[in-house]
């Protein structure tokens, strides 16, 4: 299957081009930037040769249609994160619904197989990981594109798999509120210090497995709109620094903040039957994978000031 990755040079956009690539599928990325550094090293020079990049506005309708053109199935990643929305609501629901309600119109108008969709576990609020009441307008954003998906399988029997990440962690995160801990596993592989800005319990998805739920969804479509939250491990902030410190042991990590707006249990429901033998990675072996990864690029001053703090 040629396979349309909206967002697709971001962090998870790259780990899921990747996954289907080794998969045998063709890949073509859709994003607002061209600047491939971050996929090109996240998905390797021997498969990144054969990607097809594409450059467009997803709240631009026939940006969108060219896009689609000539796939068979889509994962659409393409968003404005937290912070984003909420410094400007207008265009993060421009991005964020509207962008998303063109990819479903353009999916159906060419006959798409499949679809995979983010949303996102800040559908729910602080109270309950069962019952959708957002408090963020990127949660109110994509708990809306969840009834799209639901109205454009009624009205088209078009069919498609929202998936609800937590905390996703791993080689490439950057930005969003809960790159904190990735950003602490990179600081501690730097031999720098760094302070996790929230505190709490959270589910923490290493990308490696959340990229193989939305390439499955995508390339194994079931019929309707489904809608999976995704637990990956649940995790407290001294859980997160234990599994830091445990492969470098006197790393000068911390956190402090408010918790994350999100219930920290979510309840993943029927995704592990409907999609058998999908990947968990542990917290610990995501965690030093992730070191490994900073470690290998660290530059040789670093590299002597992370062997200085690990001695100590």
């Avoid at 830091?244 to 219930?263: S, W």
């Amino acid at each position: 299957m040629r396979v349309l990755i909206t967002g697709g040079l971001g962090f998870i956009g790259s780990w899921t081009a990747r996954n289907l690539l080794e998969g045998g599928h063709g890949v073509r990325t859709f994003d607002f930037h061209d600047r491939r550094e971050l996929f090109d090293e996240l998905v390797g020079s021997e498969l990144a040769g054969g990607v097809e990049h594409v450059r467009g506005d997803i709240t631009e309708p026939a940006d969108v249609d060219a896009a689609v053109e000539g796939c068979d199935a889509a994962v659409h990643l393409a968003g404005v994160l937290v912070p984003g929305c909420r410094e400007d609501p207008v265009r993060g629901a421009r991005v964020n619904v509207l962008g998303t309600l063109y990819l479903f119109q353009a999916a159906i108008e060419h006959d798409l197989k499949g679809l995979s969709y983010a949303s996102t576990a800040a559908v729910f609020g602080p109270d309950s990981g069962t019952l959708p009441l957002p408090v963020t307008h990127y949660g109110a954003y994509k708990l809306c594109n969840e009834g799209t998906a639901r109205a454009f399988a009624e009205d088209a029997a078009f069919s498609s798999v929202g998936l609800r990440p937590f905390t996703v962690y791993g080689p490439g995160r950057e930005i969003g509120i809960t790159a904190g801990p990735t950003l602490a596993m990179r600081a501690a592989a730097e031999g720098r210090s760094y302070t996790i800005p929230f505190i709490g319990s959270t589910g923490m998805d290493f990308v490696g497995d959340t990229a193989a739920i939305f390439a499955r969804a995508a390339t194994e479509t079931p019929s309707g709109a489904h809608v999976f939250s995704l637990q990956g491990t649940l995790a407290s902030i001294d859980d997160i620094l234990a599994a830091i410190r445990a492969v470098i042991p006197h790393a000068a990590i911390e956190a402090d903040g408010p918790h994350l707006p999100i219930a920290p249990r979510l309840d993943e429901g029927d995704l592990r039957s409907v999609f058998p033998n999908l990947p968990r990675t542990t917290l610990d072996e995501g965690t030093r994978l992730t070191i490994e990864f900073y470690q290998r690029k660290a530059t040789p001053e670093q590299a002597k000031s992370n062997k200085e703090i690990s001695t100590q």
